[in-house]
């Protein structure tokens, strides 16, 4: 059993090439099944039926998952048991006709404009790290990156005098352009703070944490979570808040979806609308809220 899952996570890492994210919820779906299997069915994965599938996603349910959550099991499971099937230990995808309802889709939140200058005017720069964050947040908010593509930047990365951003995806890579304040704040940041940060001169790493190496993920959600607070922003913010509401207002000012699509880094256009439908219910919302009539 441990050697399928384990072949199966070396699948989506050398043959796959899927995101650390990607890898870590599917292996996190793979094993909590199981471990389920081992102890409620005292079977091994090759040993599933479609009915021990079922009594799992009911004890999902029982335990208070949401749909999304179920749903994302489901999915996991059926592309392990695909690649169990390809490589010949099984003839049949025990999950290959099961389907979950996977509830309303909530659209994601997103800050208004004036919430955005709000939040990218606490960074303080009087220090290393005030510069650093300002030109952190400017950036995210100018380029729309994932924060994982954010704390993979190299120093290379970035051409100032064109005033871009190449950023490398997992699936799509792009060079991004960035409105003046963004490019203002990185360019003294790089110029002006960064050497005097790194633990090496070798550090290649575009943004690094108060060691002098490379952010991570979690370094730069406590940054965004701490500029929140002094902000006195009540919505609940992540670093893809900063994401969704970059794509929201370049929708509002004119942007066109296939543009849009580029800048994201969508493979499916299907992905971009997502924000076509926020922009609509905003409008509707405005229109429910000002028309004389209604």
Not at 208 to 227: A, D, E, P, T
Not at 244 to 262: P, R, Y
Not at 266 to 286: A, E, F, G, P, R
């Given at each position: 059993?441990?050697?399928?899952i384990q072949a199966y996570e070396n699948y989506l890492k050398k043959v796959k090439q899927a995101s650390a994210n990607t890898i870590s919820s599917y292996m996190r779906d793979i094993r909590q099944f199981a471990v389920w299997l081992h102890e409620t ?42 690649h169990v099937v390809s490589s010949g230990f099984l003839e049949t995808n025990p999950v290959y006709d099961v389907h979950v309802n996977r509830g309303e889709k909530k659209l994601p939140q997103i800050l208004s404009s004036r919430e955005i200058e709000t ?176």
């Amino acid at each position: 059993m441990l050697d399928l899952i384990q072949a199966y996570e070396n699948y989506l890492k050398k043959v796959k090439q899927a995101s650390a994210n990607t890898i870590s919820s599917y292996m996190r779906d793979i094993r909590q099944f199981a471990v389920w299997l081992h102890e409620t069915q005292q079977i091994d994965v090759v040993d599933v039926s479609q009915q021990n599938i079922a009594q799992y996603l009911a004890h999902l349910t029982d335990e208070g998952r949401t749909a999304a959550t179920v749903s994302r099991s489901v999915a996991s499971l059926k592309n392990f048991y695909a690649h169990v099937v390809s490589s010949g230990f099984l003839e049949t995808n025990p999950v290959y006709d099961v389907h979950v309802n996977r509830g309303e889709k909530k659209l994601p939140q997103i800050l208004s404009s004036r919430e955005i200058e709000t939040l990218l005017a606490q960074p303080v720069c009087v220090d290393a790290k005030g510069y650093r964050d300002k030109a952190m947040l400017e950036v995210m908010y100018a380029t729309g990156i994932r924060v994982t593509e954010l704390i993979s930047l190299d120093v290379d990365d970035v051409n100032l005098e064109l005033g871009i951003i190449k950023c490398n995806g997992a699936k799509k890579n792009r060079v991004i352009p960035l409105y003046p304040a963004a490019l203002k704040a990185l360019s003294v940041y790089m110029k002006d703070v960064r050497s005097g940060i790194i633990s090496s001169p070798a550090e290649t790493a575009l943004f690094v944490n108060v060691n002098g190496i490379r952010m991570s993920r979690q370094g730069f959600w406590k940054i965004l979570k701490h500029y929140q607070a002094t902000a006195h922003i009540d919505k609940e913010i992540t670093p893809h808040t900063l994401r969704h509401s970059f794509a929201v207002h370049l929708l509002e000012n004119g942007a066109d979806l296939g543009s849009l699509q580029e800048l994201m880094g969508h493979s499916d256009i299907s992905s971009t609308q997502l924000y076509t439908q926020m922009v609509n219910q905003k409008l509707k919302s405005v229109y429910e809220k000002c028309h004389p009539k209604y």
